[in-house]
């Protein structure tokens, strides 16, 4: 029992009860499950074990060689998209500039994250932010509510702010990603939610190693009324003559449903190059440490190895020179 | 007179130049909004605040005092940037009258707005114009370019910016004629057997879309 117990606590009292220490014991740094004794309290691990270990270690390197590589060809597939994309909200903030720091009444939250997992930090970055912009908008008489994209945020924000969510879409990605799909959901959102502000927290891809937490702020026709009137940022928005329709307010309420679709169109298409990016570099260091542990095992294997043959030859020795002697 | 004619072409572009180099003439925009970064770092002081798109801005010049001589295009469509940031410059401005539908107009943009064709030049007043299924027609000196946009938005800035938002751009020569008469004769039948109102705007829509199609393919 007692036995045991050392065993399993330290191989540095091995020199203490084995007359003949031997060194690789003491510096295995794999707790052994099937030790045995050899005679006068030699203890070495089975090869067999070290075996398996180093065959499974093997193959999870393989895995994770092969789903960075799945993940860099879909990360090319995405990028052209998505940079492609990026003049489409560039218009929208040079007219109507951008105001995160706007005090609304109504916040919507819409967090976008992915559905699959082994993507890096980039879902808890995405819920932190979301989560520190409604500490940051709370207050007497104002709400914040979520809507949540994507299976991770989901799971993250269920846990402690399950009252808050409005809606939850998951599977964006199943279809590849296009104007028309998004276009769908945002209708979708702007006809179940309320809102005064929308504010869509993404990841923006800047390259393969770096992802911005980035949150773009959508107001609804009323709150852009009520701040053009008031001057500020937006005070310029009366300067601009407005043709069609019948109302000004007809026009911008258009103008911000449709400033909506084209800024989640660029928000998810980032994201996604930042999921799959993430992914890479994840499962990069992944194999690396595959790596570096299948080092570790293949010397404690040969050490276990030339132990039990040295060993071997040393009862060898010691028995004839027992019959000699 | 035509020293004086040189003198003052020559002007103009000394001015343009000189008025961007220094940074203090770009607008005023910060890279970050202040007041939000500030109130983050109160509220939340452990994390770095989000960037918002203003930082990912490209800057945009400032209005000019006099009629500007070039216009800047920006026609962006959800897949690609058609045109961006591509400047039409009509030298000469303020010396030949220029007559929107007249020969020698040097550039003309006319977009299908609500309210009609409308066309723009350079120092075109600030504007909101929501775009309906039409023409758009980039004149360019004698070349002109034709697309055929579905709908969107366009804003003409007191810069001499024009932003031109449209879900779906083609070219006019990728239309085929059979395919959009059949798709007429589909609406107008789906219309007289639509029920719901939004099955009948549904159909209603289709309708006009088409029937530009067609007057664009034709006319």
């Not at chain 1, 220490?21 to 003491?26: D, F, K, L, M, Q």
């Not at chain 1, 510096?27 to 270990?53: A, C, K, L, M």
């Not at chain 1, 492609?84 to 994250?113: C, E, H, Y």
């Not at chain 2, 000469?92 to 309210?115: E, G, N, Q, R």
Request: charged share 20%.
């Amino acid at each position: 029992m007692a036995m045991a117990a050392l065993r399993r606590e330290g191989r540095r009292f091995a020199p203490l009860i084995s007359p003949r220490p031997i060194s690789a014991v003491r510096s295995s740094p794999i707790v052994p499950t099937h030790e045995y004794e050899g005679p006068i309290g030699v203890r070495y691990i089975s090869t067999q074990v070290v075996r398996n270990r180093m065959k499974s270690v093997k193959n999870i390197q393989k895995i994770t060689k092969a789903m960075k590589m799945v993940a860099a060809s879909k990360l090319r597939a995405v990028q052209t998209k998505a940079e492609n994309s990026r003049g489409l909200w560039q218009p929208f903030t040079a007219l109507l500039g951008d105001l995160p720091s706007v005090d609304v009444k109504k916040n919507v939250v819409v967090t976008i994250s992915s559905d699959k997992g082994l993507c890096g930090g980039i879902n808890s970055t995405s819920v932190k932010i979301s989560k520190g912009i409604y500490k940051l908008n709370s207050g007497p008489e104002k709400e914040t509510k979520y809507v949540i994209l994507g299976e991770k945020a989901k799971a993250q924000l269920i846990r402690d702010s399950k009252k808050d969510i409005e809606l939850i879409i998951t599977e964006l990605q199943k279809n590849p990603l296009s104007y028309t799909q998004v276009s769908v959901l945002a209708d979708e959102i702007l006809k179940n939610v309320e809102y005064d502000a929308l504010r869509i927290v993404f990841n923006k891809f800047h390259s393969v190693v770096s992802f911005v937490p980035t949150v773009s702020t959508v107001l609804s026709p009323e709150i852009v009324e009520r701040e053009s009137e008031s001057g500020g940022k937006l005070g310029e928005l009366d300067s601009y003559e407005v043709e069609g329709g019948e109302t000004k307010g007809e026009i911008l309420q258009n103008l911000a449903e449709f400033q909506f679709s084209c800024v989640m169109f660029n928000a998810v298409l980032e994201n996604a190059c930042s999921e799959q990016g993430a992914r890479m570099s994840a499962m990069d260091s992944s194999s690396r440490n595959a790596g570096d542990m299948l080092d570790r095992l293949t010397l404690t294997y040969n050490r276990t190895r030339q132990a039990s043959i040295t060993t071997e030859l040393i009862e060898i020795i010691s028995g004839a020179s027992a019959l000699e002697g | 007179m035509l020293r004086r004619a040189s003198m003052l072409l020559a002007r103009r572009p000394i001015l343009a130049a000189r008025a961007r180099p220094f940074s203090t003439d770009l607008p005023a925009a910060p890279s970050a909004d202040a007041t939000f970064t500030e109130a983050w770092t109160k509220v939340i002081p452990n994390m770095d605040p989000p960037k918002t798109p203003l930082s990912f801005m490209q800057p945009r010049p400032p209005t000019p005092s006099s009629i500007p001589s070039k216009l800047t295009v920006n026609f962006v469509l959800p897949y690609a940037s058609e045109l961006a940031t591509k400047e039409f410059a009509n030298p000469c401005y303020d010396l030949i009258p220029v007559f929107k539908h007249s020969i020698l107009s040097l550039f003309l943009l006319i977009v299908p707005a609500t309210t009609g064709q409308m066309g723009v030049l350079p120092g075109h007043v600030a504007t909101i114009a929501e775009l309906k299924p039409g023409v758009l027609s980039v004149h360019e000196g004698s070349e002109v370019t034709k697309y055929f946009v579905s709908s969107g938005f366009v804003f003409i800035h007191a810069n001499s910016f024009a932003d031109i938002i449209a879900v779906e751009a083609v070219p006019l020569d990728r239309l085929d004629v059979n395919l959009v008469q059949k798709g007429l004769a589909e609406f107008t039948s789906k219309l007289s057997s639509a029920t719901t109102d939004l099955e009948k705007a549904e159909a209603q829509i289709g309708i006009d879309v088409h029937s530009a199609l067609n007057s664009a393919l034709t006319g």
